[in-house]
Every structure is written in structure tokens, then in C-alpha cells.
Nanobody
């Protein structure tokens, strides 16, 4: 059983920054699909960013140029650096790992408000 634990969420003003972390309970060196998703109140869960084993990345159009996904294989940890945050970025952020099945963390709440 793989466990994922997110951290780093909180309350931030518009234009501010946060860095989310996702600690994984197994080695991620060979994991080809790691990603961040988010779910805002009343909305479906959506992909924010994904990173492959070779660190190729994909971003949702809404976060391109503002968010950066990265991974540290030595620490079995994935990150999401979020800059220039907007109120519409408010959501619960989940990390995801896919091997033969999907694994999800419990999420961390990000609130962007003045």
C-alpha cells in the first residue's frame, strides 16, 4: 500500500506564493506518473500538473507560467511551487501517483483571499 501525504497549504493573499509538498511512502525513481490535482467547492477534480520519471511536465492552461511541478527522487517527494496566486486557485490540492492503480493523498487546502 502506497501512502501520499500533502503539506504546505494555507491562507495566502492574491499575488502570493505557496509551495506544496507530497511525501510518498515508497521510492518514486521508477514512477512515471506523478501529479497534482485540485478540487474547488462545487466543482469536479481537475489536473493541475503532471511530471514523468524523466521530469517532462504538463500543466493546465490556467496555471501555466505561475506553477512549477518538480520531484526529488532522493527524498521520495514531489513539489508544487505556486506563484502569483489568484482567488480562483482556492481548492483542496491532492497529489496523485499512478502505477497500475491510482493512489491519492488526503489533500491540503489552499485558500487565496484578501
Amino acid at each position: 500500500q502506497v501512502q501520499l501525504v500533502e503539506s504546505g497549504g494555507g491562507l495566502v493573499q492574491p499575488g502570493g506564493s505557496l509551495r506544496l509538498s507530497c511525501a510518498v511512502s515508497r521510492s518514486i525513481v521508477s514512477i512515471s506518473s506523478l501529479g497534482w490535482y485540485r478540487q474547488a467547492p462545487g466543482k469536479a477534480r481537475e489536473l493541475v500538473a503532471r511530471i514523468t520519471a524523466s521530469s517532462n511536465t504538463v500543466y493546465a492552461d490556467s496555471v501555466k507560467g505561475r506553477f512549477t511541478i518538480s520531484r526529488d527522487n532522493a527524498k521520495n517527494t514531489m513539489y508544487l511551487q505556486m506563484n502569483s496566486l489568484k482567488p480562483e486557485d482556492t481548492a483542496v490540492y491532492y497529489c496523485n501517483l499512478f502505477t497500475t492503480i491510482n493512489y491519492w493523498g488526503k489533500g491540503t487546502l489552499v485558500t487565496v483571499s484578501s
